[in-house]
């Protein structure tokens, strides 16, 4: 009698995990692709990028005009920085998540490949260019206009532009969760713009508010950036308070916190609440 002996079956290759890396990489793609198409149809709307990329221009051109100069290059880059956070990146990004989530278009983008964020990072990216566009165009006018040279500490735009632009994306996906429509985006969006122009000093300066509207004002999501931007060019904050040494680091550090506190409230608020389906 024989007896045959079992052919031990050949162990199945255990699926292992995408690297990290590639993982990024591949969402990266993906939100430039997103990107690429939000360009697309922002160059189609020439309009408006025209108005977007003269409007630095022509405040410049105003401080150019009028004695005094608005306060000084400071105070002009502080106000075109303000301005392009608000309405390019906080108020065009509201109206383009509204339309879209009517549209359907933002749930068969959630049903895609991409992740998520990732989607929405794609749909920012176009916008945070603009301003940073924006910012460089204001520069340099202004330093055409003024003869302002070498800023005394330029690294302090680039949280100011970029945490800002950052902080004021989040802030309108959470404001895209109370707009029913287009059209009622500039009713949703103003209380937010209010406080950003009253209590920031772009239009309003604060010296002529109460000691205790001052300090809350340094809490709200535009000040740090206004006055981020003033310290870059000297030691006078927004408050007109002048500061150096340790002072002025303890003034940089908590505009960033206060930047950094907003984000992270912001994409809390996002991750809980944001809607992806038309409004019933």
């Not at 950036?225 to 060019?233: E, H, K, M, P, Q």
């Not at 002048?242 to 206060?258: F, I, S």
Request: net charge positive; hydrophobic share 55%; charged share 10%.
């Amino acid at each position: 009698m024989t007896t045959t002996t079992p052919v031990p079956t050949p162990a199945l290759p255990s699926p292992t995990a995408t690297p990290a890396p590639a993982v990024l990489r591949s969402e990266a793609r993906r939100a430039l692709a997103l990107a690429r198409a939000e360009v697309t149809l922002l160059l189609r709307n020439r309009t408006a990028l025209f108005t977007a990329l003269t409007m630095p221009l022509l405040f410049v051109g105003l401080y150019a005009t009028l004695p005094g100069g608005l306060g000084g290059p400071a105070a002009v880059t502080g106000l075109v920085t303000g301005s392009a956070l608000l309405f390019v990146v906080h108020y065009t990004l509201v109206t383009s998540v509204v339309a879209r989530r009517e549209q359907h278009t933002l749930k068969r983008l959630y049903t895609s490949p991409a992740r998520p964020a990732t989607v929405l990072v794609g749909m920012t990216l176009p916008l945070v260019v603009l301003l940073v566009l924006q910012v460089l165009l204001g520069l340099a006018a202004t330093a055409v206009l003024t003869g302002l040279g070498g800023l005394p500490r330029p690294g302090l735009l680039v949280p100011a532009v970029l945490l800002g632009a950052a902080v004021w994306a989040v802030l309108a996906l959470v404001c895209s969760v109370v707009t029913r429509s287009v059209e009622s985006a500039q009713l949703s969006t103003l209380p937010l713009i209010l406080v950003a122009l009253l209590f920031s000093g772009l239009s309003l300066p604060l010296g002529l508010l109460p000691e205790a509207l001052r300090v809350l004002a340094q809490l709200t999501p535009m000040f740090p950036v206004v006055d981020l931007v003033a310290l870059a060019f000297g030691p006078a904050r927004v408050t007109t308070e002048v500061v150096v040494g340790g002072a002025l680091v303890r003034a940089v550090l908590v505009d960033v916190a206060v930047l950094v506190g907003w984000l992270v409230g912001g994409l809390a608020l996002v991750r809980r609440s944001f809607r992806w389906e038309p409004r019933r």
